[in-house]
């Protein structure tokens, strides 16, 4: 996340708020509660939780007790769980390569600090977890002198980007609350002033470059998380700041949350994003609970119930994921499962992390400072018993639905999958992706997303002609001209080789789950609508051996539709007659096209080599199709991708 920049699509809080009533089940008001794990135990009445024990006492009391130090310890003494040590493992290695690692400089990259500040609660969290298990106090020495280091920074750059203030916080809190009893007072003092100059300031005084306080973003979460961790760690040394910080999380966490993830957990901004997003949400639950015993409702969101199952869904063959929007293809370790898993009593949702916790995932992850939140929950499970999901077919509404399929979960060459997206372009990190998949089978990404391109290379281009720049989603915006962006270099339909409208919608009309025959339709008729009458697709797998996609495109009455059908993919593909051949890592598949009316089929193959701002697309292909719809006529395409010749 590091390079990107958050543009932000601010949304209406009515999205969240009149569409239902106030006694629909998704409605959310700031202490109306919500449940615990497993849905045992309540909120306090009014929600506002028991405040009494954040005491200078009472300290280490965010997420991590020393009860919960205490669990973990037992269990690795006892050496029966092998997956709980390999979690402790990556967090004790990589507190141990920052016991050499170059002092912390305030370097900005472009207008971000962001990479400093993630690196500092990555180092100052891993060796706060590393002294408080091991008692080895070249941690505590090197958390403390980190926190002296960006403590005594100019600033941490909140008002002109809040992420980076809001990871420090998060850091510099942790550090603070979990090593309290034995840090020096100047360095309490120093983290102290920190916090409430360099964050607290910033966010009780709107001074910032975006107000996360009413995005329905990322933003949100990453922003509210750290000042939340940060407000509880220093809470007894400001006591009005704090609550007010608290106080606003809760409330402006509370507006969005239905919009993020309901009605069925699908993260409008992909995969990435939630990884980012809800790990924050997680940690400010978790902070919630731990200090005061309620998560103040926040949880009670039906969306928030299942996007641990959705996230489960999205991860791919080969270490990927269906990775839409502004996210990179690959799978990630993602720790905010742990807690997800916790919460709501289902340790299917760690299926996929301990496969990664095995394969090597964790131990390459640059997201250390989440790590210990996971190891607190890893701890009250029983990892040697975790099931493999049973569900082979997952779909989601919302703003941007999908749908997904595994055909057997065993992340092998006998497992397959799927994912199809609909939704819109115009929504934040959106592409003109509409009608998009993503295809995994024998050990290749037949079909795929080229994804996210980093922003320092486009985020400041202007061109003449357009009428926004990079972060504008207008129609006529820049962002649309970056090859990755629109719709001619997803793996979806282009008529009239028009780009996608920008503000329409599609939804997913029907999800089939036979034995045979497993996918979904996506209506891309209101996406289409300048072009042609109608537009509808279905992607199905069947009998777990072709992948087919069926579109069918209705002209208008006084307008040829002209199909450009295009596939982005790994595979070396080679026209072959009227077959185009793609050449995987172990077999290849072959692609062939159908029309209802006989139309006449140009298979084709595209460039992926942009213009001088774009980025390199090297090792991926476009394959397809050009075909024409007469006006007044409508046509149906079939595609077959299959490993049958």
């Not at 507190?95 to 609660?121: F, H, I, P, Q, W």
């Not at 990555?122 to 070249?138: E, F, V």
């Not at 795929?448 to 391109?453: I, P, S, W």
């Amino acid at each position: 996340m590091k390079l990107l920049k958050h543009v932000v699509w601010i949304a209406a809080l009515l999205c969240a708020f009149t569409s239902c009533s106030d006694d629909d089940k998704n409605s959310y008001k700031p202490g109306s509660g919500g449940t615990e794990q497993g849905g045992e135990g309540g909120n306090e009445p009014g929600g506002s939780g028991n405040y009494a024990n954040l005491t200078a006492e009472n300290h280490p009391r965010i997420i991590m007790t020393d009860n919960d130090v205490e669990v973990i310890k037992t269990k690795l003494n006892a050496g029966s769980d092998a997956n709980l040590k390999k979690l402790h493992d990556c967090i004790i290695t990589y507190a141990d390569k920052t016991l050499t690692a170059k002092d912390l400089v305030y370097e900005l990259a472009g207008k971000r600090l962001l990479d400093v500040s993630t690196e500092a609660a990555n180092r100052i969290i891993s060796c706060a977890y590393a002294y408080r298990l091991t008692g080895d106090s070249k941690y505590l020495e090197k958390a403390e002198k980190d926190m002296q280091t960006v403590c005594a920074f100019k600033d941490w750059n909140s008002a002109t980007h809040f992420l980076d203030g809001a990871e420090m916080a998060h850091g510099v809190g942790i550090g603070y609350d979990w090593l309290y009893n034995e840090l020096s007072d100047a360095t309490k003092k120093s983290a102290e002033k920190a916090i409430q100059d360099y964050a607290f300031y910033c966010a009780l005084n709107s001074k910032w470059n975006l107000n996360f306080y009413e995005s329905a973003t990322n933003w949100n979460q990453v922003c509210n998380g750290g000042l939340v961790v940060a407000a509880f760690a220093i809470y007894e040394t400001c006591k009005a700041d704090a609550q007010e910080i608290i106080d606003k999380a809760i409330e402006s966490n509370a507006n969005v949350m239905p919009e993020m993830y309901n009605p069925d957990g699908n993260y409008p901004e992909g995969y990435g994003y939630w990884g980012y997003g809800t790990a924050f949400e997680c940690i400010m639950l978790a902070a919630m609970e731990s200090c005061t015993g309620t998560d103040n409702g926040l949880a009670n969101v039906d969306g928030f119930k299942k996007t641990g199952k959705w996230i489960l869904f999205m991860e791919g063959m080969n270490k990927e994921a269906f990775n839409y929007c502004d996210c990179a293809p690959s799978s990630v370790a993602m720790p905010a499962l742990w807690y997800l898993a916790y919460k709501f009593n289902d340790s299917s949702l760690l299926y996929g992390e301990l496969i990664k916790l095995n394969d090597g995932r964790y131990t390459a992850s640059d997201e250390l400072k989440y790590l210990p939140m996971a190891a607190v929950y890893a701890s009250k499970f029983d990892l040697n018993a975790v099931p493999a999901p049973s569900d082979k077919v997952w779909s989601g509404g919302g703003i941007n639905p999908v749908a997904l399929v595994h055909s057997d979960w065993s992340f092998s060459d006998t497992d397959k999958f799927l994912g199809i997206k609909a939704g819109r372009a115009n929504y934040s990190h959106g592409h003109m992706d509409v009608g998009s998949f993503v295809y995994d089978a024998y050990g290749t990404r037949w079909s795929a997303d080229l994804g996210l391109q980093s922003y320092g290379t486009i985020e400041n281009v202007t061109l003449p002609g357009y009428t926004g720049g990079f972060g504008s989603y207008d129609q006529g915006a820049f962002r649309w001209a970056v090859f990755r962006y629109n719709n001619y270099n997803h793996s979806t339909l282009t008529i009239n080789d028009a780009l996608h409208k920008a503000s329409a919608t599609a939804e997913i009309t029907a999800v089939i789950n036979s034995e045979t025959s497993k996918g979904a339709t996506v209506d891309m008729t209101d996406i289409l609508s300048d072009e042609c009458e109608k537009a509808t697709r279905t992607i199905t797998l069947e009998n777990d051996t072709d992948l087919v996609v069926v579109d069918v495109v209705k002209a208008y009455y006084n307008k040829a539709a002209n199909v450009r059908w295009t596939m982005v993919t790994k595979a070396m593909p080679k026209v072959e007659a009227n077959r185009i051949v793609l050449q995987g890592s172990k077999k290849n598949m072959y692609l062939t096209v159908k029309s209802a009316n006989n139309a006449n089929i140009t298979l084709k193959t595209w460039s992926t080599v942009g213009e001088s701002y774009d980025a390199s697309n090297s090792g991926y292909y476009e394959a397809g199709f050009e075909a024409r719809v007469t006006s007044g006529q409508s046509d149906t395409f079939t595609v077959t991708l299959s490993p049958n010749e």
